[in-house]
């Protein structure tokens, strides 16, 4: 890396560019010159009285961001040249023994639960000798109770220029809840959840509706709700710790409910947020209607920072629903488990337009279908069955082996605690993906089972792992007046796809792989579904006419409200509306703006 760092011509620290006033550097990488934000090699960095000012002005609740398993290591490098111990074996085997609980990393002011955007750094160890970096983490970390501890973050990164990360859970698979020595802003304590029988405006729904804090995870709103009397439903995620509140209702939102009830966005009634100039605004029907449809589906972390929002709420529902494997116990003939994979995938259609929603994974590599499961809202176990009948008939006419376990629930709330499997965290994987509409699947269903199946091993030497979901919000919600990509109205299955990765290669290799997902994998993906689009909350950093493909017609709105909103650019993540001249440069260090 240092011989390239000398290539980069460091012009000056200054501030004056073209005469306006930028407090940051000026720098030059690949010919193009570009203002950035401040880091603590720059004289703007603030001062530890600065520093000290903004822990007084939060009460205390400014921390060092250290990596959760700083306590492993005897010596943590707080920046090139400072470090500080925090060293505790005892402290060092609770994160050992927690590095793949998810709960655990989302309630860690910092961690997030894909390491690769961490720059894998600072990883829990036996041997406290090896080094400990912050790697992509930030600086200081505002662990915020109040609405003013994010107003006092979000004014000192402003008028500090340096670079602001919300971070509510860490689920980011992008990298967008971390940026290398950045401000941090926690909103992970913001808890709430009221629910009301009535909700009466503005707009013009009238039903019940519940006031939920932007830090309230997924499966504990489904609790919440659930413990209602009567008890009632939430569209959620399919993932339990995702923050239903943070980047899950900016991105847009699906679950299993979705079917039926359509997008998160779909359903939020009004948000309370923060501006970027620091102003506390409510945003819905009748105030501030624009900012309403922007922060539904336009973009996490783009246009305000939202610390609590109002959504409807809906009848719980009997829910039944199965789920399917085909692996190496069934067959390990490739030909015969694509076979299957097509006839599954190739119902997507029809298992939407019954209002079901089915999350399943394929890979990695070759031979392995987990459909888990199959939901279908309404349903008792023998309306499952002849939804699914036209599944297994084919199955078993074209010989294909597999299992199945089917099972019915009072409530969609039992089903989902007992149906759904939790993930993972702490892999590595260079994601992509794409939603494939009805015309898709009709068409082209073939070919888009065959491009995912490539997707889950697209090399010899590379193997794949895609999480699919098929889904339709227009089936429930046709119409719905928000940022979201119109094409989502038309839906039926939309997968990640992960190039699966160790975490520790190069900088090069990192960059090859992402090319490759982009490219070969995004490619095939692309072809085969032209009348698609993407996911902003789980796809290609560097998807290509990225606009277009995250928010379709809806995106020369999105760019003039941004210029609206965030004109300077307080707020960024990667691919979102108005991020145009923005650059993250240096071997993923600083964020600038094209001078
Ligand atoms: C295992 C797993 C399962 C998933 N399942 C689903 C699923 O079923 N459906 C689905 O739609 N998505 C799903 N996702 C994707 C999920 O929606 C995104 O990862 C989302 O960004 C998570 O939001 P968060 O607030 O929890 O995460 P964070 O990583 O904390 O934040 C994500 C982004 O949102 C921004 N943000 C967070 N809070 C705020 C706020 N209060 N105001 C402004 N910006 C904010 C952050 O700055 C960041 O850019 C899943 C992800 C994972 C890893
Ligand atoms: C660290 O020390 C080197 C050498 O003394 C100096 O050039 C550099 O600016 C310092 N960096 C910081 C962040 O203080
Ligand atoms: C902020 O203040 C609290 C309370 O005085 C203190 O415990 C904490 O260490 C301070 N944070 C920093 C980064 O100095
Ligand atoms: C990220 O990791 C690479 C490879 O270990 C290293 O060269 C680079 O300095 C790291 N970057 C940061 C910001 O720590
Ligand atoms: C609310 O109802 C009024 C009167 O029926 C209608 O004109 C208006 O478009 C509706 N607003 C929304 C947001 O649906
Ligand atoms: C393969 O299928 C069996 C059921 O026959 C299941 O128990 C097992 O978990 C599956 N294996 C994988 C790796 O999915
Ligand atoms: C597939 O191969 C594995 C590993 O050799 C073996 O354990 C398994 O029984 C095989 N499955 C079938 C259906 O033959
Ligand atoms: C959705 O796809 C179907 C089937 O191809 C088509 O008839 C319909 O017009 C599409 N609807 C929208 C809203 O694009
Ligand atoms: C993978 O290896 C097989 C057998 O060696 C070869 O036939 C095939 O072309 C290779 N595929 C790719 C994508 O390189």
Not at 16 to 41: F, I, M, N, P, T
């Amino acid at each position: 890396m240092a011989p390239y760092s000398l290539l980069l011509s460091l012009l000056a620290f200054t501030n004056s560019v073209h005469g306006a006033e930028w407090l940051g550097e000026v720098r030059q990488e690949a010919g193009v010159e570009y203002k950035c934000k401040c880091y603590s090699d720059n004289a703007c960095w603030p001062s530890s009285a600065d520093w000290t000012a903004l822990n007084t002005t939060v009460g205390g609740v400014l921390k060092r961001a250290l990596p959760p398993a700083a306590v492993c290591h005897s010596k943590v490098s707080t920046s090139a040249n400072s470090s500080t111990s925090v060293y505790n074996a005892a402290a060092c085997k609770n994160v050992q023994a927690n590095w793949l609980n998810e709960q655990w990393l989302t309630d860690d002011p910092i961690a997030n639960l894909w390491p690769l955007y961490t720059n894998n750094t600072c990883l829990p160890t036996d041997n406290p000798s090896e080094p400990c970096t912050l790697g992509f983490y930030g600086t200081y970390v505002i662990m915020a109770t109040t609405k003013e501890h994010i107003k006092a973050g979000i004014d000192f990164a402003r008028t500090k220029n340096l670079r602001l990360i919300i971070r509510n859970t860490g689920h980011d698979f992008l990298g967008r809840s971390t940026g290398y020595e950045s401000l941090i802003i926690n909103t992970h304590s913001f808890q709430d959840a009221t629910f009301l029988k009535s909700y009466s405006g503005p707009g013009n729904y009238t039903g019940t509706a519940a006031v939920v804090g932007a830090g309230v995870q997924g499966r504990d709103l489904y609790r919440k709700a659930f413990a209602q009397s009567p008890p009632v439903v939430i569209v959620g995620g399919e993932c339990p710790t995702v923050g239903w509140g943070g980047g899950y209702i900016q991105g847009g939102g699906h679950g299993p409910l979705t079917s039926i009830y359509g997008m998160g966005a779909d359903s939020i009634l009004s948000f309370e947020a923060i501006t970027v100039d620091g102003k506390f605004v409510t945003a819905n029907a009748k105030e501030n209607p624009d900012l309403f449809w922007a922060l539904k589906g336009g973009g996490p972390s783009t246009f305000a920072v939202v610390y609590s929002l109002t959504v409807k709420t809906y009848p719980e529902v009997p829910t039944a629903g199965t789920i399917v494997n085909i692996n190496s116990t069934h067959t390990n003939d490739t030909a015969v488990f694509n076979k299957g994979f097509k006839i599954f995938h190739n119902l997507a259609n029809h298992y939407v337009e019954h209002g079901m929603f089915v999350y399943f994974e394929q890979g990695p590599g070759p031979g392995r279908l987990h459909i888990a499961p199959f939901v279908g809202p309404r349903m008792d176990e023998a309306k499952v069955n002849e939804v699914l009948k036209p599944l297994f008939d084919q199955l078993d006419a074209a010989k294909i082996p597999y299992d199945k376990y089917t099972r019915a629930f009072p409530t969609f709330f039992e089903f989902y605690i007992d149906m759904f499997e939790d993930e993972q965290p702490n892999q590595n994987s260079v994601v992509g993906g794409r939603m494939f509409t009805h015309t898709d699947i009709s068409e082209r269903g073939d070919q888009v089972a065959d491009a995912l199946t490539f997707a889950s091993m697209p090399a010899n030497d590379t193997l794949g792992f895609n999480v699919g979901h098929i889904v339709d919000p227009g089936f429930g919600v046709p119409v719905a007046d928000n940022a979201i990509h119109p094409k989502w109205r038309n839906s039926s299955s939309f997968v990640i796809t992960n190039i699966i990765m160790n975490g520790d290669e190069s900088w090069e290799v990192k960059m090859e792989k992402e090319k490759f997902q982009t490219e070969v994998v995004g490619g095939a993906l692309r072809k085969a579904g032209p009348d698609g689009a993407t996911y902003v909350n789980e796809g290609d950093l560097n998807e290509p006419n990225w606009q277009e493909s995250y928010w379709g017609s809806n995106y020369p709105r999105l760019l003039e409200l941004r210029k609206k909103w965030d004109p300077a650019g307080v707020l960024y993540t990667k691919t979102t509306p108005g991020t145009e001249d923005w650059a993250v440069i240096d071997y993923g260090r600083r964020l600038c703006k094209k001078a």
